[in-house]
């Protein structure tokens, strides 16, 4: 039985994604993460409450939004009123709050398409998995629809990725920084989690795709990639690994969402992919 008034906050729907998985797909992005990654491009996607995004771009300075505003836009209760009053439509809420019945109509509105092109949809975010009962939901009323992927960090409690990964036809699983102290320090959690998650996937018989973002100097270090490589090498269900060299972009949205970018790594120095290592293990790697 569904939970009654049960709601999934997603903060963005992509249509035709075609680096989220096999195909061409649907990813649906879910709000809140319990990690807090130094390098995050999407900073709105981190927390669970809903605010407002302003645009700076094409600002009149006309200061309406703030003179309507209840809190002066310092403490956003995502009553909507600045919205209404932006002349020049700059600013939108950070999430919309679905049914999972209405969200799966969404997601399911290109499935025609999706399928002939061997695609589906994937479930991204935050961390999809923080929102489990209604994620639960909403794969149940996907199942044997259309191909199902997650994409996750692998931090969850073990029942409910347990009980997620195993509606999947694919799982693609983040993988950061393997030494516990600079997972602490860079991802702000405790990676034994992760890791035990990892251990479980790899005795099934679900699909797997590593991804890891290289982040300079922090992630594509020789020791972490040979960490990683380690970790993963065994599993029989691995299909591959996918490096995603960093974004320098990352810190576009902080200010839309109030926030500070603060990377503690060079952004300037370019990502190494080690591609060379993943030869060695004869893993299959591609830099996306
Ligand atoms: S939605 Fe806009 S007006 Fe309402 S509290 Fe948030 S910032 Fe202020
Ligand atoms: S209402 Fe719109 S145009 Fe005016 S200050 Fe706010 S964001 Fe800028």
Known sequence: MPMKNMKVRVFSIEEFSVYDGPGIRTTVFLKGCPLRCNWC??????????YTLRSPNGCLECGACFDVCPTRRENC??????????PRNLIRFAAIDYEP???????????????????GITFSGGEPLAQYEGLKETVSLLKNKIHLALQTSGYAPREHFKEIVNQMDLVLFDMKIMDKEKAKEYEGINNELILENL??????????????????????????????????????????????????????????????????FDESVPSNPRLGLFKEANISARVL
């Open 41 to 50: 491009h999407s900073p709105e996607g981190q927390d669970f409450k809903n």
């Open 101 to 119: 019945q209405q969200l799966v109509d969404i997601l399911l509105k290109n499935k025609d398409i999706l399928s002939f092109n061997n695609g």
């Open 199 to 264: 251990k479980y996937l790899g005795t099934t018989d679900i699909p797997f795709i590593v991804r890891i973002p290289l982040i300079p100097g922090v992630v594509d270090t020789e020791e972490n990639i040979n960490a990683i490589i380690s970790k993963i090498k065994d599993y029989s269900n691995l299909r591959m690994v996918e490096l995603l060299p960093y974004n320098k972009y990352a810190g576009a949205k902080y200010k839309m969402a109030g926030k500070e970018y603060k990377p503690k």
């Open 77 to 86: 209760v995502a009553c909507g009123k600045c919205i209404d009053v932006c």
